[in-house]
């Protein structure tokens, strides 16, 4: 853990001072440049292919029983076999398809919604506004979980895609609330004004003036809603609320419990369910702090270790702001 | 004046709402509670007692949507949400009751743990920025990405199969009548112990996360610089500056997750068989409970409303900047 943290840190230094050098061919790649980002990415790159090419791939049949019964991990069965002798690699593989078509169909379904109401609220202002941002706020205060539990369970067979929408029906608002927020703001900016004073349509305004500007917002609500998603879904297969015969992570941690895997002290059988809930979840947040530190570079020097600044002869304390720092940089 | 007027306003909207999707979900979705309940009882209900059970249920397909809902809100003001399908014979309000304290008991003590030590890490790593203590920063990360259940599954897994500490599940020794004796709360508190540990360790993580961030951002305001100036003992600054101003967030989000007990923690109770809402709304949606559901629902959407009311007008008395219209 420390390791990955201190190459992270560096990077960031190296981007900090980098920054500050008027190079615009590799501004441009700067998010690409920032390692969190990157990490995650590749995580998630890594994901996608295996939910693609996951069911080719896969050794076994993840339904087919055989003599192995909760066998512990080997070369025959990476992840160790169930109590019916499944495979739990060939179920775990199979099931990344099941996980990422859920978290990216809710997370473009829910982003296209907060997107529509969001903008459209700030950019209208008056009544339209108003009705638009209540509704968004109703939808925030109303629980998300047990509605979705609710709607999922009285469902015959809830699938993926049924699973997905519900998820995305339900977790729209707090985009479309930021976008709003954001928008109002843009609104008034001069280059708004310009546009609007040359005899822009207000269609041509909204996505060729305010959307351009909103990009990192949406990107960072996009991969909030997927990681939202992913962990709805596979909560509810846990509990065992959706068809359990749809293979994905949760569902694999279904027939655990089911089963009484722990009391049995097959650990093969959930651990690496949750590692990879986790590390597709670390991944989701690692894009979003790039793309935070990409939008605000006012976080990147926050995260600055102590070797680091001891080596500049900084002492850490309060009332010293990153910002004093940069200055002090840019002078030396 | 106007800001409070306009809030209630909008919670008296979102109640509304909320009551009304409460009322039409059963009604669009594809189950039919009647045949439902007939399944439930195993076929010991005559096909002549079906339009028995749609009027008692609100359900007579006679009735105009619009009468139901009348008839539904009226109920509502009376304080009653029905009859239990499963819990067979007990009114809704009953079954609430009994399982509301367990919630409330558990996870509020949890959540208040979580936020106090919570808040004290992230002022400490927060007012150390740059030292050790950002190595905690990653750590926090990881444990707010695993899912709150697998977490509860290994402490299971760890504490009570592998070294039989604590029990897994359950919320009292079965055989102890339910009393106000010593011996019974402190099964009620060794029973409690585990679950109470899961939702602390995967819910510090953002309350550490929130202060600290809060506490950087307000460390580079001026009016610590001039305490720091001023020569202030470094507690003092700490405490009566930085602290004092970095903790309003925290505190709107506190009220924020009072609410979140009632609802949040469905899985918590769900993993440990534990008797609360969370578990009651589980139950009630297997077994096709739908009063039961709807009940559940209702109050758990109430007390999310109530948080955040109580939220909005704790943030207005403490920071009089957001009682300004923007």
Redesign the interface.
């Known amino acids: 853990?420390?390791a990955?943290?201190n190459t992270v840190i560096n990077d960031t230094v190296d981007l900090a001072t980098d920054a500050t050098a008027p190079d615009q061919g590799r501004r441009k790649f700067l998010f690409m440049r920032n390692a969190k980002a990157v990490t995650g990415l590749v995580i998630l790159g890594f994901f996608t292919l295996i939910a693609i090419i996951g069911p080719y791939i896969a050794p076994y049949d993840p339904n087919a029983r055989s003599k192995d019964i909760l066998q512990p991990p080997s070369m025959a069965h990476l992840f160790g076999t169930t109590h019916v002798g499944q495979d739990i690699f060939s179920q775990i593989v199979v099931g990344t398809r099941g996980v990422m078509v859920v978290g990216f169909v809710a997370g473009i379904v829910a982003t296209t919604i907060g997107v529509l109401i969001g903008v459209t609220a700030g950019f209208i202002g008056g009544w339209g506004d108003e009705s638009l941002s209540?509704l968004s706020?109703?939808f925030l205060?109303?629980?998300q979980?047990?509605?979705i539990?609710?709607?999922a369970?009285?469902?015959?067979s809830a699938g993926g895609l049924t699973v997905a929408l519900v998820i995305a029906a339900t977790g729209w608002a707090w985009g479309a609330r930021v976008l709003r927020a954001q928008t109002l703001s843009l609104r008034r900016r001069d280059f708004v004004e310009a546009a609007r004073a040359n005899g822009e349509k207000t269609w041509r305004i909204i996505t060729a003036e305010i959307l351009p500007n909103l990009t990192a917002i949406i990107a960072a609500g996009f991969v909030g809603t997927v990681g939202f998603a992913v962990?709805s879904q596979?909560?509810l297969s846990?509990?065992?609320?959706t068809s359990v015969s749809d293979w994905n992570w949760g569902t694999v941690?279904f027939w655990?419990?089911q089963q009484l895997a722990?009391?049995r002290?097959a650990?093969w059988w959930?651990?690496p369910?949750?590692l990879c809930?986790?590390l597709l979840?670390?991944a989701?947040?690692l894009i979003n702090f790039g793309i935070d530190e990409f939008v605000n570079p006012r976080l990147r020097s926050?995260?600055?270790?102590?070797r680091s600044?001891r080596k500049r002869k900084?002492r850490?304390?309060?009332?010293?702001?990153?910002?004093v720092y940069e200055a002090k940089e840019d002078r030396g | 004046m106007r800001f409070f007027v306009r809030r209630i306003i909008?919670y008296l909207?979102?109640l509304w709402?909320?009551i009304t999707?409460n009322f039409f979900?059963?009604r669009v979705?594809?189950?039919d509670p009647v045949q439902a309940a007939i399944a439930a009882a195993g076929g010991s209900i005559s096909p002549d007692a079906i339009p028995a059970l749609e009027a008692l249920f609100g359900l007579d397909p006679d009735a105009s949507l619009w009468s139901q809902y009348v008839d539904y809100l009226g109920l509502l003001l009376h304080g009653d949400l029905g009859v239990s399908f499963s819990y067979t014979g007990f009114a809704v309000t009953d079954v609430i009751k009994d399982a509301l304290p367990w919630t409330i008991g558990l996870v509020g003590i949890a959540t208040i743990i979580s936020f106090v030590i919570g808040t004290l890490i992230g002022s400490g790593i927060g007012?150390?920025?740059?030292?050790?203590a950002?190595?905690l920063l990653?750590?926090s990360?990881?444990f707010?990405?695993?899912?709150y259940?697998?977490l509860a599954?290994?402490s299971?897994?760890i504490f009570s199969?592998g070294l039989g500490w604590f029990p897994?599940s359950g919320s009292y020794d079965r055989n102890m009548a339910p009393n106000w004796s010593w011996e019974f709360v402190g099964s009620v508190i060794y029973y409690g112990a585990l679950p109470a540990l899961t939702i602390v360790i995967s819910s510090i993580a953002g309350w550490i996360l929130g202060m600290r961030n809060m506490?950087?951002t307000v460390?580079?305001e001026d009016y610590?610089?001039v305490?720091?100036a001023k020569g202030l003992s470094?507690r003092k600054?700490?405490f009566g500056y930085?602290a004092r101003n970095a903790i309003l967030p925290q505190i709107s989000s506190f009220a924020l997750s009072l609410?979140?007990i009632v609802?949040?923690t469905?899985?918590m109770e769900?993993?440990f068989s534990y008797q609360g809402i969370?578990f009651m709304?589980?139950n009630a949606?297997?077994a096709?409970d739908y009063p039961l559901?709807q009940g559940?629902?209702l109050v758990?959407?109430l007390a999310?409303?109530l948080a955040?009311i109580l939220a909005d007008f704790v943030y207005g008395v403490l920071d009089p900047r957001t009682r300004q219209e923007g």
């Open positions: 853990m420390t990955v943290d209540a706020n109703v205060v109303i629980p979980l047990p509605l539990i609710i709607i369970g009285q469902l015959p962990l596979i909560t846990f509990i065992g609320i941690l655990a419990q722990l009391q002290g650990w959930f651990v369910a949750g809930i986790a979840g670390m989701l947040t926050t995260g600055l270790n102590a600044l900084i850490p304390r309060i009332g010293f702001t990153p910002v | 909008f909207i979102t709402a909320a999707i979900i059963p979705m594809p189950g007012w150390r920025r740059g030292t050790w950002d190595s990653p750590i990360t990881f707010s990405a695993v899912p259940f697998w599954l290994l299971i897994a199969v897994a506490m950087v460390s580079s610590v610089t305490a720091q470094e600054v700490l930085a609410g979140f609802g949040g469905l899985v769900i993993v969370g709304l589980f949606v297997n096709k559901m559940c629902f758990i959407t999310v409303l955040n």
